[in-house]
């Protein structure tokens, strides 16, 4: 197995010397508690803390059996949630690569039993607005409104920090059990010149939403799909607001 590298800092994050070692941070701190679900790249796990007792999802993803584009992907989503730090953001905590980990999780270390394995320590959630839509059952109005306001506060700070998300599906927005909307999987996340979009709109006088629309190409891109796949399908639960006059409320606060 040869050496690997971060693709965005050049750091050695893999070396075949670790591989001798038996030592296992996920198996020495972590207690496995079930599979959270399985992604593109990998599988998620429910664990348990073993001395601060928290719950947190552990993403595995066996870096040495993926092409460069997606192994690209993958370390692109750690970079891109390492610097976000918002209460409707998915929260990082850390992220560490070792060799596979044998005896407890069979789904995932029967896939690429000797590949070296990229761990990603997140918040845990309890389920996705995608489950949330697949209940029976309406959403009473003050849940509905702390999603729908929850996504736009997310989108808001992401922007702001300079990342479009591009992925926005009702899979990948994430509720805690207090209904509080969470962003995640920033796999697919870019990073754009926040500086000279924000020159540009404080250039143009007398800023108008359509003229909001038209500066901000990104914005727009994350907002309409947000708008269609999530608040018409929240939208169906709750027949209260029209999905355009979302996007219109959307467009007026990222103008602040
Ligand atoms: N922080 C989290 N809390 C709870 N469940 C999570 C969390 N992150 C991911 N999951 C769940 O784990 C599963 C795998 O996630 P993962 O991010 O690997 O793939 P994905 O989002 O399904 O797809 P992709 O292949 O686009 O990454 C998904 O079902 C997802 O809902």
């Excluded at 370390?75 to 953001?89: D, G, R, T």
């Excluded at 070792?98 to 690429?112: A, L, V």
């Excluded at 959630?125 to 029976?136: A, G, K, T, Y």
Aim: hydrophobic share 35%; proline share 4%; charged share 25%.
């Amino acid at each position: 197995m040869e050496e690997m590298t971060c693709p965005v800092t050049g750091c050695m994050i893999w070396s075949p010397v670790i591989k001798n070692e038996k030592f296992s941070r996920y198996l020495s701190d972590f207690r496995e508690l079930n599979l959270l679900g399985k992604g593109a790249f990998g599988c998620a796990y429910k664990c348990q803390h073993k001395i601060d007792q928290n719950f947190y999802a552990i993403k595995m993803v066996p870096i040495g059996g993926l092409n460069k584009m997606s192994f690209e992907t993958v370390i692109k989503e750690v970079h891109a949630m390492c610097k976000l730090e918002h209460s409707n953001v998915v929260r990082y905590y850390t992220s560490w690569v070792e060799p596979p980990t044998f005896g407890i999780s069979e789904d995932s270390s029967s896939q690429q039993p000797d590949v070296p394995h990229l761990y990603i320590q997140m918040e845990l959630c309890e389920r996705s607005i995608e489950d949330l839509l697949r209940e029976d059952g309406k959403l009473d109005k003050k849940t509905y409104w702390k999603i729908v306001m929850g996504i736009m506060q997310g989108l808001e700070y992401l922007h702001g920090k300079g990342f479009i998300h591009g992925d926005l599906l009702p899979c990948n927005v994430f509720l805690l059990h207090d209904g509080e909307p969470k962003l995640g999987d920033f796999g697919l996340a870019k990073s754009f010149d926040a500086e000279r979009e924000l020159k540009d709109l404080k250039a143009a006088k007398d800023i108008t939403v359509e003229m909001l629309r038209a500066i901000d190409p990104n914005l727009k891109n994350d907002l309409n799909k947000t708008a269609k796949k999530i608040f018409e399908g929240l939208w169906n639960k709750k027949l209260s607001i029209t999905a355009s006059k979302i996007v219109e409320k959307m467009h007026l606060t990222s103008q602040m």
